[in-house]
């Protein structure tokens, strides 16, 4: 029986110096990966990290500017590194594909023009 994995969706895996920001509850956190169906990030220390299930609401501001809002439901939590889950609708696949752009030709000004 075929099992579903959800590393076949694509993910971008971002080097610690140029993340997207995750910002909920007044405060931002650090992108660590994202995909069309969730989301790894770093909290910072000095905040309360969210339960197994709990559900998140806020918006990722990404490299070239884009914002979306995003509603999910925490998967994981190891240590500081929450996993969220997207609920209905996540990341557009065209914001991806603009991210993968940014990241690849080294700035967010050719990717906001494609």
Same mark, same amino acid.
Do not use: L
């Given at each position: 029986m075929p099992r579903s994995d959800r590393r076949e969706n694509f993910r971008i895996v971002y080097p610690h110096h140029v993340c997207p920001a995750f910002v909920w509850r007044g405060e931002t956190a650090r992108v660590i990966d994202c995909s069309e169906h969730g989301f790894r990030?770093?909290?910072?220390?000095?905040?309360? %990290?969210?339960? *197994?299930?709990?559900? @998140?609401h806020g918006r990722i501001v990404f490299l070239d500017g884009t914002a979306v809002?995003?509603?999910?439901?925490?998967?994981? %939590?190891?240590? *500081?590194?929450?996993? @969220?889950?997207?609920?209905a609708p996540g990341v557009p696949w065209r914001v991806l594909l603009r991210e993968q752009v940014c990241l690849?030709?080294?700035?967010p000004e050719w990717a906001a023009s494609a």
């Open positions: 990030v770093e909290i910072q220390c000095y905040s309360d %990290v969210p339960a *197994r299930d709990a559900r @998140v809002e995003v509603f999910g439901v925490v998967r994981h %939590v190891r240590g *500081r590194v929450v996993g @969220v889950n997207f609920e690849r030709t080294g700035g």
